[in-house]
C-alpha cells in the first residue's frame, strides 16, 4: 500500500512571507521611533555646551565692566557700585547671558546662558567676584565723592568751579604704577591744565600743560612728580584735577589713568550728569 505525503510549499512560502513583513515593519516602527529620540537626546548636550558657553561669556563681561571702570552709584555717592551688574542681560550667538550680582546676598555672581527658544540653561558662578575689581572710587564715607573743592596746598587754587576732587582706591591685589592719563568732556572748551596725587605727604604735582578733550582722547604721560605714581594695595590717595573752564551742568567728566604697559582704569567723575557738589 502506498502512502502520499501531502505538501503544501507554496502556503509555507506564504506564511514565512507574512512574518518577514511584520518583522520589518516592527523594525521600522522602532527605527521611526528611535531615530528622532536620538536626534533630540544628541541635541540636548550641543545647547547644553552652548548655553555653558555663552553663561561663560557672561562672566567674561562682568569682570571687564569691573576691572575696567571705577562703578560707582548713579546719584555720586562715591562708592563703586556692582550691584549695576544685576539683571544685566546681552545677546550672544544663538541665545543671551543673564548676570545676577547682588553684594547684600553674598559676593557671587552668577551668569545663566540660555539658547533662544528653549527653556534649558546653564549657570556659572563666581564667588569674590569684588576682587576683580582694580582700582576704583573710594568707598564714602569716609571719603568724600567727586566735587569741586579749595583744598590747601597747593597754592594759588583757581576758582572752585575750575577744581574738582576724588579719592581711589587700589582693590587690585598687586601695587598700581600710574603713568599716563587722559580725558574727555562734553562741550570741548578749554583745556585741563594740572593733575595732582597725595600719598600722605603733600600734594605732588604729576602734570602740567593745556590737554584739550578729543574723540577718542589721546593718551599723555605724566610730566612731573617723578613721571607716574604708585598705589599700594588697598591704599586711598586723592586726585586733584584743575581745568581752564567752570565746571557746571552736564560736563561729563571722565578720566583715565593707564599703567606702563597700558592698563586703563576709567573714572566718570559726573556719571548722573548733575553737575559736581560742592565738599
Same mark, same amino acid.
Given at each position: 500500500?502506498? !502512502?502520499?505525503?501531502?505538501?503544501?510549499?507554496?502556503?509555507?512560502?506564504?506564511?514565512?512571507?507574512?512574518? &518577514?513583513?511584520?518583522?520589518?515593519?516592527?523594525?521600522?516602527? +522602532?527605527?521611526?521611533?528611535?531615530?528622532?529620540?536620538?536626534?533630540?537626546?544628541?541635541?540636548?548636550?550641543?545647547? #547644553?555646551q552652548q548655553a555653558f558657553y555663552? &553663561? %561663560?561669556?557672561?562672566?567674561?563681561? $562682568?569682570i571687564r565692566y569691573a576691572s575696567?571702570?571705577?562703578?560707582?552709584?548713579?546719584?555720586?555717592?562715591?562708592?563703586?557700585?556692582?550691584?549695576?551688574?544685576?539683571?544685566?542681560?546681552?545677546?550672544?550667538?544663538?541665545?543671551?547671558?543673564?548676570?545676577?550680582?547682588?553684594?547684600?546676598? @553674598?559676593?557671587?555672581?552668577?551668569?545663566? @546662558? %540660555?539658547?533662544?527658544?528653549?527653556?534649558?540653561?546653564?549657570?556659572?558662578?563666581?564667588?569674590?567676584?569684588?576682587?576683580?575689581?582694580?582700582?576704583?572710587?573710594?568707598?564714602?564715607?569716609?571719603? $568724600? &565723592?567727586?566735587?569741586?573743592?579749595?583744598?590747601? =596746598?597747593?597754592?594759588?587754587? =583757581?576758582?572752585?568751579?575750575?577744581?574738582?576732587?576724588?579719592?581711589? !582706591?587700589?582693590?587690585?591685589?598687586? *601695587?598700581?604704577?600710574?603713568?599716563? /592719563?587722559?580725558?574727555?568732556?562734553?562741550?570741548?572748551?578749554? %583745556?585741563?591744565?594740572?593733575?595732582?596725587?597725595?600719598?600722605?605727604?603733600?600734594?605732588?604735582? !604729576?602734570?602740567?600743560?593745556?590737554?584739550?578733550?578729543?574723540?577718542?582722547?589721546?593718551?599723555?604721560?605724566?610730566?612731573?612728580? @617723578?613721571?607716574?605714581?604708585?598705589?599700594?594695595?588697598?591704599? +586711598?590717595?586723592?586726585?586733584?584735577?584743575?581745568?581752564? /573752564?567752570?565746571? #557746571?551742568? *552736564?560736563?561729563?567728566?571722565?578720566?583715565? /589713568?593707564?599703567?606702563?604697559?597700558?592698563?586703563?582704569?576709567?573714572?566718570?567723575?559726573? &556719571?548722573?550728569?548733575?553737575?559736581? =557738589?560742592?565738599?
Amino acid at each position: 500500500m502506498t !502512502k502520499l505525503i501531502l505538501r503544501n510549499d507554496r502556503g509555507i512560502s506564504v506564511l514565512f512571507l507574512i512574518i &518577514a513583513m511584520l518583522l520589518m515593519v516592527t523594525i521600522t516602527y +522602532v527605527l521611526s521611533y528611535l531615530i528622532p529620540t536620538k536626534h533630540k537626546s544628541v541635541r540636548f548636550p550641543i545647547y #547644553s555646551q552652548q548655553a555653558f558657553y555663552i &553663561a %561663560q561669556s557672561g562672566v567674561e563681561f $562682568a569682570i571687564r565692566y569691573a576691572s575696567d571702570r571705577g562703578w560707582r552709584g548713579s546719584t555720586d555717592g562715591g562708592t563703586y557700585d556692582l550691584n549695576r551688574l544685576n539683571a544685566t542681560s546681552r545677546s550672544f550667538g544663538n541665545g543671551a547671558f543673564t548676570i545676577n550680582y547682588n553684594n547684600a546676598t @553674598g559676593d557671587i555672581l552668577t551668569s545663566t @546662558g %540660555q539658547i533662544t527658544g528653549l527653556s534649558e540653561n546653564r549657570a556659572v558662578r563666581v564667588s569674590n567676584f569684588s576682587s576683580f575689581l582694580r582700582l576704583i572710587f573710594a568707598p564714602n564715607p569716609p571719603y $568724600a &565723592a567727586p566735587c569741586r573743592t579749595v583744598p590747601t =596746598p597747593p597754592p594759588s587754587p =583757581p576758582n572752585i568751579n575750575r577744581r574738582a576732587r576724588f579719592y581711589i !582706591k587700589n582693590v587690585r591685589g598687586t *601695587d598700581v604704577t600710574l603713568t599716563m /592719563f587722559s580725558a574727555s568732556w562734553s562741550g570741548g572748551a578749554g %583745556q585741563l591744565q594740572r593733575i595732582y596725587m597725595d600719598q600722605g605727604a603733600g600734594w605732588d604735582q !604729576k602734570y602740567d600743560g593745556n590737554y584739550a578733550t578729543g574723540t577718542p582722547p589721546p593718551i599723555v604721560n605724566f610730566n612731573l612728580g @617723578g613721571g607716574s605714581q604708585t598705589i599700594a594695595l588697598n591704599q +586711598v590717595i586723592p586726585v586733584l584735577v584743575f581745568w581752564s /573752564f567752570n565746571l #557746571s551742568g *552736564d560736563t561729563n567728566l571722565i578720566i583715565t /589713568f593707564y599703567t606702563a604697559t597700558g592698563d586703563g582704569y576709567t573714572f566718570n567723575l559726573d &556719571a548722573a550728569g548733575n553737575g559736581l =557738589p560742592t565738599c
